[in-house]
T-cell receptor, first 111, second 117 residues
Framework: SQQGEEDPQALSIQEGENATMNCSYKTSINNLQWYRQNSGRGLVHLILIRSNEREKHSGRLRVTLDTSKKSSSLLITASRAADTASYFC???????????FGSGTKLNVKP | DTEVTQTPKHLVMGMTNKKSLKCEQHMGHRAMYWYKQKAKKPPELMFVYSYEKLSINESVPSRFSPECPNSSLLNLHLHALQPEDSALYLCASSQDMRNNLRSREQYFGPGTRLTVT
């Protein structure tokens, strides 16, 4: 399977704490994307990091990419209850319009 | 307008019914996707259309039949489904990325929650 794995599967933290989730993938990639999904809804794109980038920031989000280990991490700083959602990494397969999603991390931020 | 719309929001159908899911976008995207998502699982790619032509079929059973009438619309026709086909069906669109190493984000609709009884 091309799909990656994410850990932890579930994460529960208090508001104000930082949340870190990790993604591992299997094939060489051009870039990696992170998406967020509120319960039973569509996915929302958060951030894209290219294979020649090691770190990227967007607001309270920080993404790192280690292509030698085929892994990426998403850090959400100063979490809020509204950050409660599932987070997925996604990699593109080859030169096609084909994406594979990781298994996801379910984040619960307690107020 | 960066919205992808899907109708209906919820659908309950029997195993002998024929129904259709609809998806629409007006962002000028020429790639459109159908995903199936079971509870607590990631989305699984079903079909990809590029410039209104089916470019990827991930070995989906023939009881699912996609259709792309024009560049803004994507349908998924359902016939003789099984209870295990119950899931959230997500539509997405993006700029076409064939033969292009630069990826763009996908824009997802809110999904259709399908229950097969």
């Amino acid at each position: 399977s091309q799909q990656g794995e994410e850990d932890p599967q579930a994460l529960s933290i208090q508001e104000g704490e930082n949340a870190t989730m990790n993604c591992s993938y299997k094939t060489s990639i051009n870039n990696l994307q992170w998406y967020r999904q509120n319960s039973g809804r569509g996915l929302v794109h958060l951030i894209l990091i290219r294979s020649n980038e090691r770190e990227k920031h967007s607001g309270r989000l920080r993404v790192t990419l280690d292509t030698s280990k085929k892994s990426s991490s998403l850090l959400i700083t100063a979490s809020r209850a509204a950050d409660t959602a599932s987070y997925f990494c996604a990699t593109r397969w080859g030169n096609f319009n084909k994406f594979y999603f990781g298994s996801g991390t379910k984040l619960n931020v307690k107020p | 307008d960066t919205e992808v719309t899907q109708t209906p929001k919820h659908l309950v159908m029997g195993m002998t019914n024929k129904k259709s899911l609809k998806c629409e976008q007006h962002m000028g995207h020429r790639a459109m996707y159908w995903y199936k998502q079971k509870a607590k699982k990631p989305p699984e790619l079903m079909f990809v259309y590029s410039y209104e032509k089916l470019s990827i079929n991930e070995s989906v059973p023939s009881r699912f039949s996609p259709e792309c009438p024009n560049s803004s619309l994507l349908n998924l026709h359902l016939h003789a489904l099984q209870p295990e086909d119950s899931a959230l069906y997500l539509c997405a669109s993006s700029q076409d990325m064939r033969n292009n190493l630069r990826s763009r984000e996908q824009y997802f609709g809110p999904g259709t929650r399908l229950t097969v009884t």
